[in-house]
T-cell receptor
Framework: ETGVTQTPRHLVMGMTNKKSLKCEQHLGHNAMYWYKQSAKKPLELMFVYSLEERVENNSVPSRFSPECPNSSHLFLHLHTLQPEDSALYLC????????????????FGEGSRLTVL | GEDVEQSLFLSVREGDSSVINCTYTDSSSTYLYWYKQEPGAGLQLLTYIFSNMDMKQDQRLTVLLNKKDKHLSLRIADTQTGDSAIYFCAESINYGGSQGNLIFGKGTKLSVKP
């Protein structure tokens, strides 16, 4: 138990569906992240939110839409995805570096395995 | 751009030492990390090293940092079958914001044979 919970753990969707991935952290952190993990590729940072504001968007297609309503929750809304979007989507949280004791450590959830048919 | 390289596979026998190597590109990285990912799970921090250190030891784990060559290694002593997992090297990149940002390698899959 890492303190970061992702739901659903597995999701199968068609290319015309709309679905959402949810992430919740119980660690009191104020930065949250979405990463994409595909086979044979490095972990790709998709979005970063710090203090509920998006601070990084690594040229992610608009069919992925993040939402961070508060510092404990992060969503990834999915719309008209492609089969190549099938991957493990990992959520992570960290403590903002302004706080004392910063080490940059990311705490990951177990991921949501997405399959796009 | 930033890049972290590591070999994809390593196979060792139970009881032997494992050494996983990594090279990185950003000389200004403050912290370097080793994460472990077991099947069906997310990544979990194993250990990290501050950039002004050369070595860090934590029980069976030894991290060596060569800043000149931008080379990081993780040594696992007395490797056990439970150590079988994918090990990710990561460097911290600061884009000027207050939050950290990590660049990960592709991961080294460690297989431990009984």
């Amino acid at each position: 138990e890492t303190g970061v919970t992702q739901t659903p753990r597995h999701l199968v969707m068609g290319m015309t569906n709309k679905k959402s991935l949810k992430c919740e952290q119980h660690l009191g952190h104020n930065a949250m992240y979405w990463y994409k993990q595909s086979a044979k590729k490095p972990l790709e940072l998709m979005f970063v939110y710090s203090l509920e504001e998006r601070v990084e968007n690594n040229s992610v297609p608009s069919r992925f839409s993040p939402e961070c309503p508060n510092s404990s929750h992060l969503f990834l809304h999915l719309h008209t995805l492609q089969p190549e979007d099938s991957a493990l989507y990992l959520c992570a949280s960290s403590q903002d570096r302004v706080a004392g004791g910063y080490t940059g450590e990311l705490f990951f959830g177990e991921g949501s395995r997405l399959t796009v048919l | 751009g930033e890049d972290v390289e590591q070999s994809l596979f390593l196979s060792v026998r139970e009881g032997d030492s494992s050494v996983i190597n990594c090279t990185y590109t950003d000389s200004s990285s403050t912290y370097l990390y080793w994460y472990k990912q077991e099947p069906g799970a997310g990544l979990q921090l194993l250990t990290y090293i501050f950039s002004n250190m050369d070595m860090k030891q934590d029980q069976r784990l030894t991290v060596l940092l060569n800043k000149k060559d931008k080379h990081l290694s993780l040594r696992i002593a007395d490797t056990q079958t439970g150590d079988s997992a994918i090990y990710f090297c990561a460097e911290s990149i600061n884009y000027g914001g207050s939050q950290g940002n990590l660049i990960f390698g592709k991961g080294t899959k460690l297989s431990v044979k009984p």
